[in-house]
Nanobody, 124 residues
Framework: QLQFVESGGGQVQPGGSLRLSCAAS????????VGWFRQAPGKEREWLSC????????YYADSVKGRVTISKADVRDTVFLQMYALEPEDTAVYSC?????????????????WGQGTQVTVSS
C-alpha cells in the first residue's frame, strides 16, 4: 500500500517545539513534492508547507511562516516538519501527502498517498 506514515506528535506546552516525521511507504520521493497539512476539529484541512522534489524549494503558509521548517532526508524518503513557538491554536491532526506534479499546490485535492496523521495538542 502506498502511503505516508507520520510520527512525532504529542502534547506540548505553549511555546514548546515538536518535530514531526513523514516516511514514505511503498514508494520513493524522487519525483513527488511533499506537503504538510493539519485539520483541527470542526475545521477544514489547512495546507502548511511543501518541499519540492526537484530542487528542495520550500513553501510556507502565512499562518505558520517563521514558526515551522520543512526538510527532507533523501536516504530515508522522509520529510520533517520542525515546529517552534507552538500555540493552543496549533492543536490539530497533522498529515502529509505527495503531490505528483511537483508544483507544491496548496489544495488538498491535488495530493495523494495520505497517511493517518499524528495528533498535536498544545495545552498547559
Amino acid at each position: 500500500q502506498l502511503q505516508f506514515v507520520e510520527s512525532g506528535g504529542g502534547q506540548v506546552q505553549p511555546g514548546g517545539s515538536l518535530r514531526l516525521s513523514c516516511a514514505a511507504s511503498g514508494f520513493t520521493l524522487d519525483t513527488y513534492a511533499v506537503g504538510w497539512f493539519r485539520q483541527a476539529p470542526g475545521k477544514e484541512r489547512e495546507w502548511l508547507s511543501c518541499i519540492s522534489a526537484s530542487d528542495g524549494s520550500t513553501y510556507y503558509a502565512d499562518s505558520v511562516k517563521g514558526r515551522v521548517t520543512i526538510s527532507k532526508a533523501d536516504v530515508r524518503d522522509t520529510v520533517f516538519l520542525q515546529m517552534y513557538a507552538l500555540e493552543p491554536e496549533d492543536t490539530a491532526v497533522y498529515s502529509c501527502a505527495a503531490e505528483p506534479y511537483n508544483l507544491c499546490s496548496s489544495f488538498p485535492n491535488d495530493y495523494q498517498y495520505w497517511g493517518q496523521g499524528t495528533q498535536v495538542t498544545v495545552s498547559s
